[in-house]
Antibody, heavy 124, light 108 residues
Framework: EVQLVESGGGLVQPGGSLRLSCAASGFNVSDNYITWVRQAPGKGLEWVSVIYSDGRTYYADSLKGRFTISRDNSRNTLYFQMNSLRGEDTAVYYC??????????????????WGQGTMVTVSS | DIQLTQSPSFLSASVGDRVTITCRASQGISSYLAWYQQKPGKAPKVLIYAASTLQSGVPSRFSGSRSGTEFTLTISSLQPEDFATYYCQQLSSYPLITFGQGTRLEIK
């Protein structure tokens, strides 16, 4: 079965760190674009980061260098290291696989596989 | 940044109704737009991509269209399981993807 399973969320104090994991099955993370999206309580969806199949990484400007996305191909798992956490980082964090079509150019269509989400609460 | 504005933000409708949700982009995004459905406590699910292509397994009562920078999601005959929040997403300025603010569809 093709799926993503997140883990690692929890309660952390402001200024603290947390590492989220996103384990894939049914496909290889190394062959895909995998993204992180977060959703604050009662709010909408916010894209935060992506790792390309070639290993390039990009982040939303709002993260200001505090977060790092990485992957372990041998474990078929993505990681999201979050440092200097703030109250506004409180959210459900989802990892998602992108539907990408390769032709004359790379076309990004949608996020077709999502994990169940993991809750991160930043509070003292 | 490309902004997406959805309307309405809240919609009340009955089973069997035809409903339309609009998403307007702040600049041209070609057809790089997707629609998602999200139910409480669950991850979003893609319904439509490339503005009008139905994702495999999604019922045909869902459809999408584009006119310039205005995009619409139409549900031809609402079913009880369709009551949820809907989001549009632009991928034109990839990787700087943005979502609309959401449209909450509730039972009248």
């Amino acid at each position: 079965e093709v799926q993503l399973v997140e883990s690692g969320g929890g309660l952390v104090q402001p200024g603290g760190s947390l590492r989220l994991s996103c384990a894939a099955s049914g496909f290889n993370v190394s062959d895909n674009y995998i993204t992180w999206v977060r959703q604050a309580p009662g709010k909408g969806l916010e894209w935060v980061s992506v790792i390309y199949s070639d290993g390039r990484t990009y982040y939303a400007d709002s993260l200001k260098g505090r977060f790092t996305i990485s992957r372990d191909n041998s474990r078929n798992t993505l990681y999201f290291q979050m440092n200097s956490l703030r109250g506004e980082d409180t959210a459900v964090y989802y990892c998602a696989r992108e539907r990408v079509v390769y032709g004359d150019y790379v076309r990004h269509d949608a996020f077709d596989i999502w994990g169940q989400g993991t809750m991160v609460t930043v509070s003292s | 940044d490309i902004q997406l504005t959805q309307s309405p933000s809240f919609l009340s409708a009955s089973v069997g109704d035809r409903v339309t949700i609009t998403c307007r982009a702040s600049q041209g995004i070609s057809s790089y737009l997707a629609w998602y459905q999200q139910k409480p406590g669950k991850a979003p699910k893609v319904l439509i991509y490339a503005a009008s292509t139905l994702q495999s397994g999604v019922p045909s009562r869902f459809s999408g269209s584009r006119s310039g920078t205005e995009f619409t999601l139409t549900i031809s005959s609402l079913q009880p399981e369709d009551f949820a929040t809907y989001y549009c997403q632009q991928l034109s300025s990839y990787p700087l993807i943005t979502f609309g603010q959401g449209t909450r569809l509730e039972i009248k």
